[in-house]
């Protein structure tokens, strides 16, 4: 089994939509090479632990499961660890607002390590090529300046004043439109999307991606929508963000090596890329080893 540096096994980690597990029936997944199993109480908490003998689908008692690993549950999942995690997992405040429509979007397996779909994530360049005549079309393909930084305070990732023009940004969209971006990564395998709202111009729609890291090859995407939009259903958001995902699945799935390299000389930046390099140096300065292919010392 692959070793799992420390900062990785002390981190709050995703592995399932909290309203896709019934209460007594054991669900199978894996993280971070380790088989886990998992179900949810009578009062609807979550219970995991390091799966024995268990299968898909049985039927167990909760209660009676008492090596259990830290569990919490926070927008719409469950999330575990294998160490000592933090107190509380990374803020997203929205998500409490009362008006906006939250909802999973789905759990897909790639065949990527976490870090390379986080990376992919951040990428606007692919826009006009992947997911053309919705999130960017020729000739609107530059990528146009924008600003990053690497928080201490906040332990994160941020890149602000990213503008793409957009044919249909979002499932409301009626006409094409510039649109503002703000990424945060604020935990090495989940970032968050803050993009204009078409229906509201002084709020922001949110997206995230929460990447489950089964082995260091193979990760499960695990989507957030949480949308100001009070025109269209649940079921059509949902859908609008599969299809984009689905476009971008096949790409990420043919990126070599699967791993992601840290060192930035490995694969050849541009100006383009400056997220996903403060990304890469952010994830060396943490320790990261799972998943990645480290810089040679």
């Given at each position: ?84 995690p933090p107190a509380d997992l990374f803020p997203i405040p929205e998500y409490a607002e009362a008006d906006r429509k939250n909802m999973s979007c789905g759990s897909i397996g790639i065949h990527v390590s976490a870090p390379r779909a ?117 079921t059509d958001l949902r859908r609008f963000q599969q299809t984009i995902f689905g476009q971008d699945k096949p790409i990420l799935e043919n990126q070599y090596p699967k791993r992601l390299p840290l060192d930035p000389r490995s694969e ?30």
């Open positions: 089994m692959p070793s799992i540096d420390p900062t990785t096994r002390d981190l709050w980690q995703v592995i399932a939509a909290t309203d896709e597990i019934a209460p007594g029936i054991v669900e199978t997944t894996l993280l971070l090479d380790t088989p886990i199993a998992l179900t949810r109480d009578n009062a609807g908490n979550p219970v995991v632990w390091r799966r024995t003998d268990e299968e898909q689908g049985d039927e167990v008692d909760a209660e009676a499961i008492l090596d259990r690993l830290p569990a919490t549950t926070g927008y719409g999942y469950i999330w575990t660890s294998l160490g000592n986080v990376e992919n994530f951040l990428d606007m360049g692919h826009f006009p090529y992947v997911h053309t005549d919705i999130l960017g079309a020729e000739p609107h393909t530059e990528v146009k300046e924008y600003d990053v930084e690497v928080s201490e305070e906040r332990d994160e990732v941020l890149a602000t004043r990213c503008r793409f023009i957009q044919p249909r940004a979002a499932k409301s969209a009626t006409t094409a439109m510039e649109v503002e971006y703000v990424y945060r990564v604020p935990h090495p395998f989940c970032s968050v999307l803050y993009k204009s709202c078409p229906e509201d111009e002084s709020r922001r729609d949110v997206i995230a991606i929460f990447l489950q890291p089964m082995t260091e090859e193979r990760c499960r995407a695990h989507l957030l929508q949480s949308m100001i939009d009070s025109t269209s259903t649940i050849t930046p541009i100006r383009a890329d400056k997220s996903a390099i403060a990304y890469r140096r952010w994830l060396s300065q943490k320790g990261i080893t799972y998943g990645v292919i480290p810089m040679a010392s």
